[in-house]
């Protein structure tokens, strides 16, 4: 990752690196393909096309953040319909992205995200949050993180009855959630590592 985002030669990218060992648990092998949606940077995207290695991987954001380095294809679209053909991703990507998306657009991103995958999974890695001390805690999580890349801060954080109701609306069932040691010492205490969650959405 140090070789697109130069932040990693200083600082580990363990947040990063639990992320995508949660993904590992999950993966389907017979995926050769994936959407990314709402990649920002897209280095997370390139990252996962290497570490799988998947024969395409497209990288969609309302931003063009993208990093010109990547051998990913990336893209900027309107937020509202993704611009590809009904089932042409084995699975879609959602890397700490619902929680930036306005609550009344979050079903229909989902069905959209269902029409380019059809039958194929989502991956999701999130928050949950149990209350307005989480929020809290989410909210400066978000501004340390995304600031150094010009990322959105703006978020509405779902709890689990919220994550429940949202695959339930969009036709998903969801997996147990995973967390994982994001962080440890005096960090895990300000911030628990229960907040982060990955989770695959099957279509029932």
Known sequence: MSAHAPLYLWRKPVYQHVA????????????????????????????????FGLDRVVSVDVENRFVRSLSIETVVYDGLTLPFRDRSFDC?????????????????????????????????KDHISSGALDDARLAVLDLLGNTPFRGMVRASYLRERDWRELARQSGYQASAPRSGLYRSGALAALFPNRLEVSMQWRPV
Request: some cysteine; proline content about 3%.
């Open 92 to 124: 879609v990507l959602l890397f700490n992205v619902l929680h930036h998306v306005p609550v009344a657009a979050r079903v229909r991103l989902l069905v959209e995200c269902r029409r380019v995958a059809g039958d194929g999974p989502l991956y999701i």
């Open 20 to 51: 995508l060992n949660n993904l590992v648990q999950m993966w389907d092998e017979r995926h050769s393909s994936a959407l990314d949606v709402g990649g920002g940077t897209g280095v997370m995207a390139h990252t996962i096309k290497t570490l």
